[in-house]
């Protein structure tokens, strides 16, 4: 379309990069001016929490965390699927898997956290509510941890190969990740040392409706308690350069074989070690080392040992292909019409190779190999049975061969002595004679009728003589 820069250099997109780069200073003169009109601590660069956290609607109230978490978890599936199919994947996929791993995973999440915490849920001061997720907390090692079991369990029942769907998948977790970090935001939790940064996070004091201090889930009366490190920001920043760099890497040397989910790990830990080292809230320490931090380079290390060690290259397009679905072990009816469709394939299998009797009498092992019923030889017998049939076959090819062959010599014997034992009229006896071409069959002695004529009778005892 004529008009629209396309690249860098072209007069239009100049032209069009100063507009920008005016309004944007106008922008910011203006936001500087009001603000540092106030006091000098009225800082602009500094980041506002949202005033609260939790909104009423009803009875049910509509916590930030839990949308930015469904938010992240849409968008993680969205880029899944858009991947896998790019891939060669089927369609729907990513869904499918996703109804396995997203229950496991905000179980461990959340059982991460509670381990890590435990102080916060069962020592002295503990509020004992340590199942209410929509409060917050949920440790991502745990997430991906059973997360990734729940996929494994997934993958197995699809039959779809377990890596290759988490080369498809590690973007879209990292950018879930992002999203999620919203949700620190809001809730004012997770946050790094006091600073005087440009940047720093402004943390209010919040207040519920009896004027109780709660800093979750009260409304903010704008009195700032400290200036922070935004970690929240620092990490859904760096998530969001990693899932870039995951893209890019991807399309570019097209990795597989779940090397691409072990580069998204390693991405993840060496930004998160550093973000734990700025952080100032209560968590457990060894040695002085947040628990996180020791996680985070564990995990690293052993990311980075399966990226090179893993297979190079990447999965075909039909190994992505998801085959039929096995029942599980208590559906004892599909399971039983499931083996019936795999045994009747298995005999046509055999069928098209021919291994099947001409009967149809076929018995499958496991290993396809067709069996003969009960009752039929197999193997040696069979042959020596079929080579005795064929045998007595010839034998009695050969025992009828000599009777007939007597029976042409004796008949040639009645014709050189001139009589012909089966002609009674004398005009036969003589077109036999005159065309021996066209007479009849000799018979055999037993079927030969008796000699009435005396006057042949002589000739037929000189000529047995």
């Known amino acids: 379309m004529r008009g629209v820069p396309s690249r860098r250099g072209v007069p239009a997109f100049r032209a069009w990069r100063a507009a920008s780069a005016t309004v944007g200073a106008v922008t910011y003169r203006v936001l500087a001016d009001s603000v540092l009109s106030g006091s000098a ?14 909104w009423e609607i009803g009875p049910f109230p509509l916590r930030a965390y839990a949308l930015c978490i469904i938010i992240g978890i849409v968008a993680a599936i969205w880029l899944g699927e858009k991947r896998w199919q790019q891939r060669g994947g089927e369609g729907g996929t990513v869904l499918d898997v996703a109804m396995f791993a997203v229950p496991f995973g905000l179980v461990g999440g959340r059982l991460y956290h509670v381990a890590t915490d435990w102080q916060k849920y069962f020592g002295a001061n503990a509020t004992g509510d340590w199942w209410a997720i929509w409060e917050g907390g949920l440790g991502i090692w745990g997430a991906v941890l059973l997360g990734g079991v729940g996929a494994w369990i997934a993958c197995r029942v699809y039959r779809i190969p377990l890596p290759a769907f988490g080369d498809a998948i590690a ?45 979750m889930d009260g409304v903010s009366t704008g009195v700032v308690e400290k200036v922070v490190h935004p970690t929240f920001l620092y990490e859904l920043v760096w998530n969001l350069l990693g899932v870039a760099a995951l893209l890019y890497l991807d399309k570019k040397f097209r990795i597989g074989h779940g090397r691409l989910f072990a580069l998204y790990v390693a991405v993840y830990c060496f930004g998160r070690f550093w973000v734990e080292l700025l952080r100032d809230d209560e968590a457990t320490h060894i040695a002085g080392i947040r628990v996180n931090s020791f996680t985070s380079a564990i995990v690293f290390l052993c990311a980075i040992a399966y990226f090179v060690l893993a297979t190079k290259g990447r999965e075909t397009a039909e190994q992505l292909r998801s085959k039929d679905h096995r029942p599980w072990p208590w559906q004892l009816s599909k399971l039983r019409a499931y ?57 009695g090819a050969a025992d009828k061969e000599p009777t007939d062959k007597g029976a042409a010599d004796k008949a040639s014997t009645d ?34 009728p008796e000699q009435t004529d005396p006057t042949k009778s002589g000739d037929a005892d000189d000529t047995k003589s």
């Open 171 to 215: 973007p879209g977790i990292l950018l879930a990740q992002a999203i999620g970090r919203l949700g620190n935001w809001f809730n004012q939790e997770l946050y790094g040392r006091e600073t005087t940064v440009p940047w720093g996070l402004e943390i209010y004091l919040r207040f519920d409706a009896n004027g109780q201090l709660d800093m």
């Open 41 to 54: 601590a009225d800082v602009l660069a500094y980041i506002p929490s949202p005033p609260r956290g939790v």
């Open 339 to 395: 083996g019936a469709a795999g045994a009747a394939t298995a005999a046509a299998t055999a069928t098209a190779d021919g291994d099947t009797a001409e009967d149809g009498s076929v018995t499958l092992t496991k290993d396809e190999e067709a069996e003969p019923a009960d009752g039929e030889p197999t193997g040696e017998g069979a042959a020596d049975e079929g080579a005795a049939d064929k045998g007595a076959t010839d034998k």
């Open 415 to 448: 014709k050189a002595s001139g009589s012909v034992p089966t002609a009674t009229d004398d005009n036969e006896t003589g077109s036999a004679d005159d065309n021996p071409s066209e007479t009849a069959e000799p018979e055999s002695p037993a079927t030969r």
